[in-house]
């Protein structure tokens, strides 16, 4: 079974803090991902990872960066914290091939049990 | 671009009765579908997709869903609900690459 951990599941931080969310996967995917879920708005990518040290912007990159300098691992980084970016924070790994079809039982996406994170 | 739609923010239902959890989708190409499932204070989980084949998929925790290609839909179904399938639902789509887009959720409520 795949395993997606992340660091955190409660994280309290005070605006302008540097602030670092880390996800590690154990089954050697290549694709990483990062989502923000608020209420309302569902799942919104933020940045993902074909490989280590690639990455690509997502939907609602200001704000974020990212690190991927193993293949197993993945952080989240807030450069300048801001109350705006309170949220439940998802990463999800995959091992779809781009341009290929994933066939069989095997999950599209897993996800880690998420961090919930609060700015003050 | 591709996108996704859950009509209902929330769906009630009692406990032994059919329950449907509605989606559509827009996109260019052929769409790969998916349905995704969270529990409180839990990520996504994976429930069933459609890629191609036959129009009617069945997944975990006895969920099917009915691939219309027509409507341009890819509702969740269950025959008899359980207390237990409360829980906020995500349908997905991915056209092409590897991006999924998601719906805004679903939250379906199960009443004994």
Redesign the interface.
């Known amino acids: 079974d795949v395993k997606?951990t992340q660091s955190s599941?409660y994280l309290v931080k005070r605006t302008g803090e540097k602030v670092f969310l880390e996800c590690v996967q154990d089954m050697d995917h290549e694709?990483m991902f990062w989502?923000r879920q608020d209420p309302?708005?569902?799942?919104?990518?933020i940045y993902?990872s074909?490989d280590v040290k690639m990455k690509e912007k997502?939907d609602i990159p200001e704000g974020y960066s990212v690190s991927r300098e193993k293949k197993e691992r993945f952080s989240l980084i807030l450069e300048s914290a801001s109350t705006n970016q309170t949220s439940m924070y998802?990463c999800?790994s995959?091992l779809?091939v781009?341009?290929q079809?994933?066939?069989g039982d095997n999950?599209?996406?897993?996800?880690?049990?998420?961090t919930r994170l609060t700015v003050t | 671009a591709q996108s996704v739609a859950q009509p209902e923010?929330q769906v009630n239902v009692a406990e032994g009765n059919p329950l449907t959890v509605k989606c559509t989708y827009s996109v260019s190409g052929n769409p790969?579908l998916?349905w995704?499932v969270q529990y409180p204070?839990?990520?996504?989980?994976?429930l069933l997709?459609y890629?191609?084949g036959d129009n009617l998929v069945k997944g975990s925790y006895g969920f099917e869903a009915e691939f219309n290609k027509s409507q341009t839909s890819f509702h969740l179904k269950k025959p008899s609900a359980l207390v237990s399938d409360s829980a906020l639902y995500?349908c997905a789509v991915?056209e092409?690459?590897?991006?999924?887009i998601?719906?805004?959720?679903t939250r379906l409520h199960i009443l004994p």
């Open positions: 997606v599941r694709n989502y309302g708005l569902g799942l919104r990518l993902f074909y997502g998802l999800a995959s779809i781009v341009g079809v994933l066939h999950s599209p996406l897993h996800f880690g049990n998420g | 923010d790969y998916f995704y204070n839990r990520g996504l989980q994976f997709k890629i191609t995500f991915r092409g690459d590897d991006k999924i998601f719906g805004k959720g």
